[in-house]
């Protein structure tokens, strides 16, 4: 499934790109906002069997749905781990389309900090894996 809600709970990977620490509040943001696209869109569509894969396969989904947050918690400062150049702190922004019930985030850092030259790094280097001198 595309939903990065679904993929947070079924797919452990997906959370490499976040520090640890940061975990627990983004699993109580993504639960949040599968109950919101629930509340709008419940049962016989894409958020039903969405809320019913996980209730079904994610314990720690089951348990943050039952506690019924409904507010999302998504924060404007984000840590975003990145293999090669380390965590970067990261400004997050939400752009929302109400109609098609998708969101967007958009990720920047502030020029001049440690975080914004790791993210000018990424452009250069891509996909490419740094390894020590030897």
Known sequence: MRSIGYRWFMDPATRDVYPPEDHAALSRA?????????????AHSRAGAIVDALLAESAEFAALWESHEVTSTHSREKGLQHPEVGV???????LVDPEQGQTLLVLTATPGTESYERLRLLAVIGTQEISPAQ
């Open 88 to 94: 970067m702190d990261m400004h997050c922004q939400l």
């Open 30 to 42: 993504f639960t949040a906002d599968i109950r919101s696209a629930y509340a709008k869109h419940p």
